[in-house]
């Protein structure tokens, strides 16, 4: 089952300056205006590593990494540990905490059934990170990963092991951040051997993951004999841990030839119940409303102040439409709004949602409603979040959900804790 170890971490010493100028989200939701402001603040943020621009931007990380490694702006870490990581946060009107440990975890390849993925994944974002690697030989950013701990065993350790002054803590503006070091060899062991029996269910990081397999056989092939490669850094959270958030991500829809609302809701006729509504802020409640019934609905905004409640009849039609799915895939909305709505009534097949032709998206409502009024986006799917029970049956059933069907809030900090691979 899943293998974790200690690490040295490498991390930002006292003279690159106060962690939270050093720090910054996942590369892959941050904007170039938002990268420039990070390296106006201090210019040894760690997105020099994580997002490197210019000619020739991998070679610029390594040789930046190789820098402040010689300068002693970052150091690894004297004795292995494991990190423990905490966010604090709000999210639908309440304060959440979600606390894990990051460590090191061997790399299995996913049809073993140790480690199991829940999304697809696009080939250019994985040859991006595959270039960085070869580059840096580093881990700048965690992979998420949740885990079934039923007697939450694991989370009680954690929270004796956290009790103390954090070695990092602050505010960034929206999430507080905390981190403590754990040195002690018998805790750590003591966690270790809890994961013995254990699968890991990613919840984001598909793409870095499989990176990090694709880096490992490179390494092999090159000769390198070493187990470094052969781990890659995680952050492990309790499935249950009650501080879990996953937002929606909504569905909009584009240049789409011959484009016909009416003809559109008169088909959703056949499997949903289509119920128009006045006023786009009763959007929100209704969809909850649903989401407490355990009902498959979203709501169809065309423009103007009405929308259209679509809630599926009858969830067993999925069977005739999926047979080849387990009863967890065939059950996510995105499934259905995916394949009854999208692909059935509108033409929009696997191939185009893959190459986002006519499909695009974004998990802020008001920018989806918006990108309509603007004659941007022809209409918008509005959706509920994914259940955390769902990620979980999706991926024990060995299958994948459609790309963009989780958002995981908050993001994981990226700069705190590094795995700097050795060989």
């Excluded at 040859?127 to 007697?151: G, P, V, W």
């Amino acid at each position: 089952m899943a293998i974790i170890k200690p690490f040295r971490a490498l991390r930002y010493t006292d003279q690159a300056g106060k962690i939270a100028e050093l720090t910054c989200p996942p590369y892959d939701i941050i904007s170039e205006e938002q990268r420039k402001a990070y390296l106006d603040e201090n210019s040894k943020n760690v997105i020099r590593l994580e997002l490197p621009k210019g000619e020739d931007p991998y070679g610029e990380a390594g040789r930046t990494l190789d820098t402040w490694l010689k300068d002693g702006i970052l150091r690894e870490d004297t004795q292995p540990g494991i990190y423990i990581y905490e966010e604090e946060f709000k999210a639908y009107g309440e304060t959440k905490k979600i606390k894990g440990l990051i460590c090191r975890v061997k790399l299995i390849e996913f049809d073993k059934g140790v480690i199991l993925p829940h999304e697809e994944t696009l080939s250019k974002a994985k040859e991006d990170r595959f270039q960085l690697m070869k580059a840096t030989h580093c881990n700048f950013s965690q992979i998420y990963s949740l885990y079934m701990d039923e007697q939450h065993k694991t989370k009680s350790r954690i929270d004796a092991l956290s009790k103390d002054t954090p070695r990092y803590e602050f505010f960034d503006g929206n999430v507080t951040h905390r981190m403590w070091i754990v040195n002690d060899p018998v805790a750590i062991e003591a966690i270790c051997d809890d994961f013995s029996m254990r699968k890991l269910y990613i919840a984001d990081g598909h793409h870095r993951y499989e990176t990090a397999l694709n880096f490992r056989n490179w390494c092999r092939e090159q000769g390198v004999i070493s187990p470094e490669p052969d781990y890659c850094m995680m952050m492990l959270v309790d499935m249950e841990n009650e501080g879990l958030v996953v937002f929606p991500t909504h569905r909009l829809i584009h240049d789409l030839p011959n484009f016909d609302e009416k003809k559109l809701l008169k088909d959703c006729e056949q499997e949903f119940r289509v119920t128009s509504y006045e006023g786009t802020d009763k959007i929100g409640p209704a969809l909850n409303e649903c989401y407490q019934k355990g009902e498959k609905a979203f709501a169809c905004y065309c423009g103007g102040e009405s929308w259209n409640l679509l809630v599926l009849k009858d969830p067993a039609v999925m069977k005739t439409y999926l047979p080849e799915k387990s009863k967890a895939s065939q059950e996510l909305d995105v499934a259905v709004l995916h394949t009854m709505i999208l692909q059935k009534y509108m033409g929009i097949d696997k191939e185009n949602m893959a190459k986002q032709i006519n499909l695009s998206y974004t998990r802020d409502l008001e920018e989806a409603l918006e990108s309509v009024r603007q004659k941007k986006s022809q209409c918008a799917f509005l959706m509920n979040p994914t259940r955390v029970t769902e990620i979980r049956d999706v991926a024990a059933a060995g299958e994948k959900m459609p790309q963009k069907s989780t958002y995981f809030y908050p993001k994981l900090i990226t700069g705190l804790a590094m795995n700097k691979m050795d060989f």
